[in-house]
């Protein structure tokens, strides 16, 4: 009957110190890396395993997150460091309970602070000041969840069509 895929890309805003993190690892090998070719060979595996520290720490330091909406299934994949995908979740959208935004009193029993009920929470969302972000409850094997999400406004109106009496907007 309904035939669509539609998928949003979402990127995680990097932590404030984290382009000096970067600039003081390098600076740092390079340091021991002298040092061992000039002074003493000792000062080489410090500066190996800097580089080493380097690569790992830029590789899972950078998220993006890919949702994918296709028929009746939400599937949410990480990406860390622009290469390596890792699948998050996939959702069967039929156990949807509530889509709403997170201000919204749909979801307000299921809030950090005030609320009522407390469930595993999943923040897949990019951080930026100026993007909403949308709470949802869904069970996933017989666990009820609780995850933060970036939506797109297809993503939504397609949700929003197909599930009216769950989702939420004003």
């Known amino acids: 009957m309904y035939n669509y895929r539609i998928v949003t890309q979402v990127t995680r805003k990097p932590k404030p110190m984290t382009g000096f993190l970067r600039m003081a690892m390098i600076v740092f090998a390079v340091i021991f ?27 899972y330091c950078q998220k993006d997150y890919e ?21 998050a979740h996939n959702l069967d959208m039929e156990a949807l309970e509530v889509l709403a935004p997170s201000w919204h009193d749909a979801v307000a029993r299921y809030r950090r602070d005030g609320g009522s009920v407390r469930l ?5 969302t990019s951080y930026e000041e100026d993007t909403p972000y949308y709470t949802m409850i869904i069970t996933e094997n ?5 995850l933060l999400l970036d939506l797109s406004d297809d993503m939504i109106q397609m949700i929003k069509r197909r599930y009216p009496d769950r989702v939420f907007l004003s």
């Open 33 to 59: 890396l002298l040092m061992g070719i000039m002074l003493s060979q000792g000062f080489m595996l410090p500066g190996f395993l800097l580089v080493v520290l380097y690569y790992f720490y830029t590789t």
């Open 142 to 146: 017989r666990e009820k969840i609780k």
């Open 120 to 124: 595993t929470k999943y923040d897949y």
């Open 67 to 87: 949702y994918i909406l296709e028929d009746n299934h939400l599937t949410i994949d990480v990406i860390f460091g622009k290469r390596h995908r890792r699948p």
